[in-house]
């Protein structure tokens, strides 16, 4: 299994573009999730998705959309990139299980974004 | 949202054992623990997670303080691969769809 994959690894915007940073996760997980970290912080929660065909927001969801046609996959996309989108973007994925058997959540080797 | 407290830095020696402690002093009655780790320029993973009682797997233990206010994750024999940040997370499973709220966790450094 390649677990969560990311693509791209880096990539450099100008102010105004658009991009669509893809995930993939092979395990048949139900929740899928995007999250930014900026320098030295910890996580933030963009949007995130229980299901195929359904998205919400999460802490930070300004200035992103997102889309899940297919389970295993769970696009962000950035409609017009502005410098404060700067980040490292994470995704990730989990089995929706109880909670008791911990739900571990499986991380994407991320992606670098930088908006000039 | 509940929410944690742990050290910034903590430093230790290669095979020694870690004890990295964490407040959580408004943990609700349904909040698991869980602790995740991110090494330099990776993603985090998973580490440990418990709800009451002390928990032991491949990687770490867990210890929980009787009233759940606390708990302390141990490293038996760090090396320098365990080099990371870690997070202590309460995770709430009521809302966001299970999603993990991270704060800035604790940087492990480990020297030789």
């Known amino acids: 299994n390649a677990g969560v994959t990311q693509t791209p690894k880096f990539r450099v915007l100008k102010t105004g573009q658009s991009m669509t940073l893809l995930c993939a996760q092979d395990?048949?997980?139900?929740?899928m999730y995007w999250y930014r970290q900026d320098p030295g912080m910890g996580l933030r929660l963009i949007h995130y998705s229980v299901g195929e065909g359904t998205t919400a927001k999460g802490e930070v969801p300004d200035g992103y959309n997102v889309s899940r046609l297919k389970k295993q996959n769970f696009l962000l996309g950035l409609e017009s990139a502005a410098p404060s989108q700067t980040s490292v973007y994470f995704c990730?994925?989990?089995?929706?299980?109880?909670?008791?058997?911990?739900?571990?959540?499986?991380f994407g080797p991320g992606t670098r974004l930088t908006v000039l | 949202d509940a929410k944690t407290t742990q050290p910034n830095s903590m430093e230790s020696n290669e095979e020694e054992p870690v004890h990295l402690p964490c407040n959580h002093s408004?943990?609700?009655?349904?909040?698991?623990i869980h602790w995740y780790r991110q090494l330099p320029s990776q993603g985090p993973e998973y580490v440990i997670h418990?709800?009451?009682s002390n928990v032991n797997n491949r990687m770490a233990s867990l210890a929980i303080a009787e009233d759940r206010k606390s708990s302390t994750l141990i490293l038996h024999r760090a090396t320098l691969r365990d080099a990371a940040v870690y997070y202590c997370?309460?995770?709430?499973?009521?809302?966001?769809?299970?999603?993990?709220?991270f704060g800035k966790g604790t940087s492990l450094l480990v020297t030789p």
């Open positions: 990730a994925s989990n089995l929706r299980g109880r909670a008791a058997s911990g739900d571990e959540q499986f």
């Open positions: 408004t943990i609700s009655g349904t909040d698991y």
């Open positions: 418990g709800l009451t």
């Open positions: 997370i309460l995770r709430d499973y009521s809302n966001s769809g299970y999603a993990l709220n």
């Open positions: 395990m048949n997980h139900e929740y």
